[in-house]
Nanobody, 124 residues
């Protein structure tokens, strides 16, 4: 099992920044990919960003490309999502996710482990 715990959400004005953290523990050696997804009421969970556990490849949704950055601190076993130039449409519950293997990294159903989610609110 892999445990994921998000932190760092909150309320920010449009144009501002937030950094989300995802503390990982457990059998992280089994993980091949980690990512961030988000969800708003009545909508399907949406891919935001992901990277391969070996750190060689990162991918972003077009809607956040150039504004969000996914990274990790190996020593702290933590994955980050730096969010800059936030827009009201970025407001959502953000989830950290991990998977052992899979093909399309954009599919939330291909991820095996999930954090509890954290709210991000962007005021206009």
């Amino acid at each position: 099992q892999v445990q994921l715990v998000e932190s760092g959400g909150g309320l920010v004005q449009a144009g501002g920044s937030l950094r989300l953290s995802c503390a990982t523990s457990g059998r992280t050696f089994s993980v091949s990919t980690m990512g961030w997804f988000r969800q708003t009421p009545g909508k399907e969970r949406e891919f935001v960003a992901t990277f391969s556990w070996n750190g060689n490849n990162t991918y972003y949704a077009d809607s956040v490309k150039g504004r969000f950055t996914i990274s990790r601190d190996i020593a702290k076993n933590t994955v980050y999502l730096q969010m800059n130039s936030l827009k009201p449409e970025d407001a959502a519950v953000y989830y950290c996710a991990a998977r052992r293997w899979g093909s399309d990294y954009r599919l939330w159903g291909s991820y095996d482990y999930w954090g509890q989610g954290i709210q991000v609110t962007v005021s206009s």
